[in-house]
């Protein structure tokens, strides 16, 4: 299971690692294309196209521009510097400051990487090859 103290990027280490510790299988499955981009489509009617074949030039034309966006989204050293461009909002529901959003999340992400480095005595990922077994934990 996932520890629920361990936050964001070291909370996967720690339960792969684990799992694999315990022979259990951490196989994944294809699902299809799946792109981490920082923005969205203008118009996303582009995903809902009828009668389109995967292969299609149109197809080929949106996973272009999915892999476009991903990359411009995790290239110049800031993988979360879209969270700072949505701007607007204040006064309204839910509006959160962008720069104390941005601090805040950063507390709980080296949270998380002190909690793992104390639960196990390590840092980063890849336990087994450090020779740490559960129980070590």
Known sequence: GWDTMITYYT??????????????STDTAYAGPVYD????????????????QRGSETWEHL??????????????????????????????????DIDGFQEAVE??????ISVFEAKWGSTGCSLMAKGLKIGDE
Not at 37 to 42: A, Q
Not at 71 to 96: A, I, L, S, V
């Open 11 to 24: 909370a996967d280490c720690d339960m792969y690692d684990r799992m694999r510790m315990a022979n259990m």
């Open 37 to 52: 981009t920082g923005e969205s489509f203008e118009d996303l009617a582009i995903l809902y196209r009828a009668g389109d």
């Open 63 to 96: 996973q272009q521009t999915g892999r476009n966006m991903t990359h411009f989204k995790n290239t110049g050293g800031e993988r979360q510097r879209w969270q700072w461009q949505q701007m607007g909002g204040q006064g309204e529901p839910y509006y959160r």
């Open 107 to 112: 507390y709980n992400v080296q949270a998380g």
